[in-house]
């Protein structure tokens, strides 16, 4: 099937706008914890040694929802467990404000962390899932992932701008 007949089909499925839609919104704060985990750590108070660990923290939490991610989803569905997944990180990103000692830090990282990657490794089979025929697989992983692209270059420039001008 040509191409443009590809694209013509995606722009009329409602479940594919509005999923290409969530995931570039979801980009956009995705990226926060990652950035500025670390200084907003040391901002609050906590130790500039254990700030340096928090990205391990998160990191070892986001291996964890890469792998058990495939497993969860064979039990509650790849969309239920998307939608799941991204609503709860949602919740977990706003404490973060408030964090003030060390456990905050561990609980809130390894919380963010494991939702996070649960989502970010459903974003393909999400994408396989919602296409109807297999041969346009491919342009339709093109399409959404073109437009998920501006939501984590966007995510940057703006959290930073959330901050403020107090965190140079």
């Known amino acids: 099937m040509p191409k443009s007949l590809v694209v013509r089909k995606c722009s009329r499925e409602v479940l594919f706008i509005l999923m290409t839609i969530g995931s570039a919104l979801f980009q956009i704060g995705f990226y926060y914890p990652l950035f500025y985990l670390q200084l907003d750590s040391v901002k609050h108070g906590i130790n500039i040694n254990f700030s340096f660990y928090s990205l391990v923290i998160l990191n070892a939490a986001w291996f964890i929802g890469r792998c058990t991610a495939g497993i969860a ?96």
């Open 73 to 168: 989803a064979t039990y509650m569905g790849v969309l239920n467990l998307a939608i799941a997944s991204t609503v709860a990180c949602s919740a977990v990103i706003i404490p973060i404000i408030a964090r003030n000692d060390v456990a905050s830090v561990v609980v809130l990282g390894l919380t963010y962390g494991y939702l996070s990657c649960v989502y970010i490794a459903l974003v393909v089979p999400l994408v396989t899932v919602s296409t109807p025929d297999m041969s346009e697989l491919g342009a339709r992983m093109g399409i959404s992932f073109a437009f998920i692209a501006f939501g984590g270059l966007l995510s940057g420039p703006i959290s930073g701008a959330l901050l403020g001008s107090q965190y140079r």
